[in-house]
């Protein structure tokens, strides 16, 4: 007599948004967490209002934000991200590096931040620690 195989119950994946003006950073980036077991992106957008519009859609675990956006300010969509309820966590990926950028980035509402230079090295332990519920990359006080 043969036995049926329970499945084992699968964990879903976190779902992460991509909003960068730079399409080939939003393709290396899609490609760097959908190869992660644990993480998928559910969508990604170029500009500041695509962003408001395709993250309130799709609602995401967490948003990766770049601080430049064109012409546009991505600390804009940092607030806007986070005065909805119940938002998406936010982390800020960006060429910045001065301490001020930090210290806006946390004051606009971010939960994380990391330095394009560094990406590859501290993005994903940045995304599954911001998803934790945890700080990443907060300047000290």
Do not use: W
């Amino acid at each position: 007599m043969s036995r049926k195989r329970t499945p084992q119950p699968t964990r879903a994946k976190r779902r992460i948004f991509i909003v960068d003006d730079h399409p080939l950073v939003r393709r290396g980036l899609t490609a760097l967490i959908n190869a992660e077991p644990d993480l998928i992106v559910c969508g990604e957008a170029a500009t500041l209002q695509e962003g408001i519009v395709a993250v309130a859609a799709a609602q995401p675990d967490l948003v990766v934000v770049d601080l430049s956006l064109g012409d546009n300010d991505g600390l804009e969509l940092v607030r806007e991200v986070r005065s909805r309820r119940p938002g998406p966590r936010v982390l800020v990926l960006t060429m910045h590096e001065a301490p001020l950028y930090v210290e806006r980035a946390f004051a606009a509402g971010a939960h994380g931040y990391v330095a394009k230079r560094e990406m590859t090295e501290t993005l994903l332990t940045a995304i599954r620690r911001v998803l934790r519920g945890r700080r990443y990359g907060a300047p000290r006080s």
